[in-house]
């Protein structure tokens, strides 16, 4: 069994919702830890956990970032992590998977299904062995304890209720 080490410096984690019901957001967390073991040959043996730190989310916009930061929010001062640990990952096809897991948000937790793609097994130019993925998923953020919104004028809400969150990572092979 393989322990892999996240590449930080090519991996990312995304999230886009719904603003005004007229257009998405979206944004990114700067500061993450991926930990992943398992054989690289087949990934369902695999054993996945994330650990997101909420104060570096980062939508390109300082006031937003600060509001989301807030007890509106996330509260990162009290809920300084979301997790995500697996608990099933399940092979569609040759590049294809399901991992379900816990994902915890604000000490909530409930279980997910994010759907992942294998990019390859790939050398560097350093010799690093490498494997990439893609994933994406969606949540409830009220589920999680994020229900901060407001009405509109014109009818409708601010901030949507589904988050879809995606990303792309990159681990190199121990």
Known sequence: MATWTVDKAHSEIEFKVRHMMISSVKGFFQNFNFNMSG??????????????????????NEQRDQ???SEDFFNTTRYP??????????????EEYEVTGNLTIKNITK????????????????G????????????????????????LETGGVMVGEEVKIQGDVQFILN
Not at 40 to 60: L, W
């Open 39 to 60: 054989d690289p040959q087949d990934i369902s043996t695999a054993a996945v956990r994330i650990a997101i730190e909420t104060s570096s989310i980062n939508t390109k």
């Open 111 to 126: 279980p997910i299904t994010f759907h992942v793609e294998v990019g390859g097994l790939a050398k560097d130019p350093w």
């Open 128 to 151: 690093n062995e490498k494997i990439g993925f893609a994933f994406r998923g969606k949540v409830n953020r009220e589920d999680f304890g994020l229900t901060w919104n407001t009405t």
């Open 81 to 94: 992590e979301i997790t995500f640990e697996s608990t099933t990952i399940n092979r569609l096809n040759e």
């Open 67 to 69: 509001h989301l930061r």
